[in-house]
């Protein structure tokens, strides 16, 4: 293979002008689909690679926008990474991907290093372990900037689901169902999801007239494992003090409690109810199939990436804080009581 390939061979090749391959190349007009999918077999046959460093300084744009999140493996943040990545490469950009594990450090090196690569803009989606940082990243990254899952993290922009929504939608249809003595599995409070999440449900009982017992409310690691340690704690109280169904933050917790209800021969839904938050993939493929409350996943990271390139592209100005609707997904997780409640 030729490492001197240019735009010439690839518009001989293709049957295009130059001009042509170049806009199929940067994304900086409209190509009929069928032209540009000649234009990219073409570069496919011939290996021609465009010299990123000198498009960039052409330009002052490299089409590239960095990504810092909390962890790839978590199935939530996988699919709201997916909906980045998508629109991205619709729109003709690079994603450049880092772990960060919510560690300070790592952050800061993953930054600097993003710096380096003269990336045009930062998407952030951290579990937020550190209140604050989001925030502190977006004031010192020198690019646009967007929060992803995040309440307020100004100067960033601001996208996410509705949880206060979220948590009212949850208590509504466990109230329906008949329960009464309701627990809640939470990430950390200081998760400003999270304390939205807790606020909306908790709200909602007390719209119905049901008080919620504190006692009921433990606060986890994000995880299934954080989830199987909650519910254990849960179902070591006087069976007078149980709860009759568990509302859990995320899908993942929610797993890990109908793992913990199984290793305790506790049946579900039979003897308690689980509902989750998230709506990922394997949730539906539970043991039973879990209730929960569905966030557009795809979307939000979609709508992350096409309002930081429309800022970049036609200078739009970035929406403080955008939220989508999350709807009730019904599944087999959530029984009902039939007859009056305490």
């Known amino acids: 293979?030729?490492?001197?390939?240019?735009?010439?061979?690839?518009?001989?090749?293709?049957?295009?002008?130059?001009?042509?391959?170049?806009?199929?190349?940067?994304?900086?007009?409209?190509?009929?689909?069928?032209?540009?999918?000649?234009?990219?077999?073409?570069?496919?046959?011939?290996?021609?690679?465009?010299?990123?460093?000198?498009?960039?300084?052409?330009?002052?744009?490299t089409r590239t926008i960095g990504m810092i999140v909390t962890s790839s493996t978590n199935p939530f943040f996988a699919e709201l990474i997916h909906g980045v990545e998508t629109a991205c490469f619709t729109r003709g950009y690079s994603l450049i991907l880092c772990n960060s594990d919510d560690d300070r450090e790592k952050v800061q090196a993953y930054l600097d290093t993003l710096r380096a690569k003269r990336i045009d803009a930062l998407i952030i989606l951290s579990s937020n372990q550190q209140p604050g940082l989001t925030a502190e990243l977006a004031r010192t990254s020198g690019v646009p900037t967007v929060a992803l899952d995040d309440e307020d993290a100004a100067p960033a922009s601001t996208i996410a689901d509705d949880s206060l929504t979220g948590g009212a939608l949850a208590a509504a249809y466990l109230t329906e169902r008949?329960?009464?003595?309701?627990?809640?599995?939470?990430?950390?409070?200081?998760?400003?999801?999270?304390?939205?999440?807790?606020?909306?449900?908790?709200?909602?009982?007390?719209?119905?007239?049901?008080?919620?017992?504190?006692?009921?409310?433990?606060?986890?690691?994000?995880?299934?494992?954080?989830?199987?340690?909650?519910?254990?704690?849960?179902?070591?109280?006087?069976?007078?003090?149980?709860?009759?169904?568990?509302?859990?933050?995320?899908?993942?917790?929610?797993?890990?409690?109908l793992s913990a209800a199984y290793q305790c021969d506790i049946e579900v839904p039979g003897q308690i109810s689980v509902m989750g938050y998230d709506d990922i993939e394997i949730a539906a493929f539970t043991a039973p199939p879990l209730t929960t409350i569905r966030q557009p996943m795809q979307d939000l990271g979609q709508r992350a990436a096409s309002v930081i390139i429309d800022h970049l592209e036609t200078d739009a100005d970035l929406p403080d804080r955008i939220r989508l609707a999350p709807t009730l997904i019904e599944r087999s997780s959530v029984g009902q009581i039939s007859g009056p409640q305490e």
Not at 16 to 29: E, F, G, K
Not at 47 to 60: D, M, S, T
Not at 217 to 235: F, H, K, N, Q, Y
């Open 1 to 61: 293979m030729r490492n001197n390939i240019t735009i010439k061979d690839v518009a001989r090749v293709a049957g295009v002008s130059n001009s042509t391959v170049s806009h199929v190349v940067n994304s900086t007009r409209f190509v009929s689909p069928e032209t540009a999918k000649r234009v990219r077999a073409a570069i496919s046959e011939l290996g021609f690679a465009p010299n990123g460093v000198a498009q960039a300084l052409k330009g002052h744009r």
């Open 178 to 257: 008949g329960f009464r003595r309701i627990a809640c599995i939470t990430g950390p409070l200081e998760h400003s999801r999270s304390a939205i999440r807790f606020k909306g449900f908790t709200e909602e009982l007390s719209r119905r007239g049901i008080p919620f017992d504190s006692a009921l409310a433990i606060a986890s690691e994000p995880t299934v494992a954080g989830g199987d340690v909650a519910m254990r704690a849960l179902l070591s109280l006087p069976q007078e003090q149980r709860p009759q169904a568990v509302f859990c933050f995320n899908d993942v917790m929610a797993m890990g409690a």
